[in-house]
C-alpha cells in the first residue's frame, strides 16, 4: 500500500509511464495480500486526475494502473482464474460475514475503530485528522493523495458490521505517513513564525514526536508482557493433565486450553454457542470446559445478548462445578456432568 502511495506520488509530480505501472503492480499486489487494501487502488487513479484533470480519461496511462494491477493479482493469487467457482464462493462468505457481523460483536464499527486509535495510536492518530485537515484547507495536492487511502480505507470498513484489529492495521503505516506531514508542517510553521527561537521550535516539537512515538510504545510493552505471562488456559491444562483420568470424554470449545486428543476423548463443541444439556449426554460428554474467550464476549455486553447469556446460564446450573481459573485475568470453567 505504501509502494502504491509512493508511486502515485511520482505520477503526480512527473507524470512517467512507469510510475503508472509500478502504481498499479504495487495496487495489485495490495489486493493480492489482503482483499480489501484493493481499496489502494483509489490513490493511483486521483494521483492521475489531479495532474490531467478530467481530460485524463483519454491517456492510456491510467489503463495501464488497471492492466497492471489485475496482472499482479492473477500473478499472485492465481486461483482466482483456476478455481473461480470457489474463490467467488470464498470471497462472498467473507464479505457476508463482513457485512453480517460476527456472534457476540456488538458494537458500532465507527466508534470502535476510533477507540483503537485513541487507545492505541493516541498522537499519532490526531496528527494524522491534523495533516488530512490541513491538506485539506490548503489545497495541498501530495498530501490529499497520501491521505486518500488511510481515509477511504477507515470509512470502508467502517461500513460494515464486523470490526477487528487485524482489519485496521493495514491503514497505520499511511496513517503514520500523514501525521509525519503534520509534525514536519508544524516545524517549518514554527520556524517561519518564531525565527529567532529555531532551537526551541526544534526541541519541542521533538519532544511532541517523542511523545507520540513513547505512548504506543508503552502500550505494546503492557501487552506484550501480559502475554508473556501465565494465563488460565495454561494453568487448566496442567490441571486436567493431572486430575482427570485418561480416556475421559471432554467438551471444550474454541479458546479453550489445549487437552491431549491422544489422552482424552475430544467433543468439539461448534462455535459460537453451547449446546443443550441432552447433546453432551448423548454424545457422552463427562467433562466440561468453557472458555471466556467464547462466553466472554455474551457477558460482557447484557444488554445486547441476554438470549446468548440464558443458554450459558442455564448450562451452568444444570451442570455440576469443578473449578474455575482466573490466572492472568481470564477465566476457563470446567463441569463435571451430573449424576444420573
Not at 509500478?22 to 489482503?34: D, H, M, N, R, V
Not at 493479482?73 to 467457482?85: E, K, Q
Not at 491534523?130 to 488511510?150: H, T, V
Not at 527561537?197 to 514526536?209: M, T
Request: proline share 6%; net charge neutral.
Amino acid at each position: 500500500a505504501l509502494l502504491t502511495i509512493w508511486f502515485s506520488l511520482r505520477m503526480h509530480k512527473h507524470g512517467r509511464t512507469g510510475d503508472y505501472i509500478l502504481a498499479g503492480i504495487a495496487a495489485g499486489l495490495t489486493a493480492a495480500s489482503k482483499y480489501n487494501g484493493g481499496m489502494v487502488a483509489l490513490v493511483p487513479v486521483a494521483a492521475h486526475f489531479l495532474r490531467t484533470g478530467w481530460r485524463g480519461w483519454k491517456d492510456v496511462r491510467i489503463y495501464l494502473v488497471a492492466a497492471a494491477a489485475a496482472l499482479a493479482f492473477l500473478l499472485t493469487t492465481p486461483y482466482a482464474v483456476l478455481d473461480f467457482p470457489a474463490f467467488s464462493r470464498d470471497l462472498i462468505q467473507a464479505k457476508n460475514d463482513y457485512a453480517g457481523g460476527w456472534p457476540g460483536f456488538s458494537a458500532v464499527p465507527f466508534t470502535w475503530y476510533l477507540s483503537y486509535l485513541w487507545r492505541h495510536e493516541s498522537l499519532p492518530a490526531l496528527a494524522a485528522l491534523g495533516g488530512l485537515l490541513w491538506a485539506a484547507w490548503k489545497r495541498q495536492k501530495d498530501a490529499l493523495i497520501a491521505g486518500l487511502f488511510p481515509l477511504g480505507y477507515f470509512l470502508f470498513i467502517s461500513a460494515f458490521r464486523y470490526y477487528n484489529e487485524h482489519t485496521l492495521l493495514h491503514l497505520l503505516p499511511a496513517l503514520h505517513v500523514m501525521a509525519a506531514l503534520f509534525f514536519g508542517w508544524l516545524l517549518k510553521m514554527g520556524q517561519d513564525r518564531f525565527p529567532s527561537r529555531k532551537l526551541l521550535v526544534n526541541a519541542s516539537l521533538g519532544l511532541l514526536i517523542a511523545a507520540a512515538g513513547l505512548i504506543p510504545l508503552i502500550t505494546t510493552i503492557e501487552i506484550q508482557a501480559s502475554v508473556l505471562q501465565v494465563n488460565s488456559r495454561e494453568t487448566s491444562r496442567v490441571w486436567i493433565e493431572e486430575n482427570i483420568p485418561p480416556g475421559a470424554t471432554i467438551a471444550i470449545e474454541s479458546y479453550s486450553p489445549y487437552v491431549d486428543p491422544q489422552k482424552y476423548h475430544l467433543v468439539i463443541v461448534p462455535p459460537f454457542l453451547p449446546k443443550e444439556l441432552a447433546w453432551y449426554q448423548e454424545n457422552g460428554v463427562q467433562f466440561l470446559v468453557f472458555s471466556e474467550g467464547m462466553y466472554g464476549r455474551y457477558f460482557a455486553d447484557p444488554a445486547h445478548h441476554q438470549a446468548e447469556i440464558g443458554l450459558y446460564e442455564q448450562l451452568f446450573t444444570a451442570l455440576d462445578p469443578v473449578k474455575i481459573f482466573n490466572e492472568g485475568d481470564y477465566e476457563i470453567r470446567i463441569y463435571r456432568m451430573p449424576s444420573p
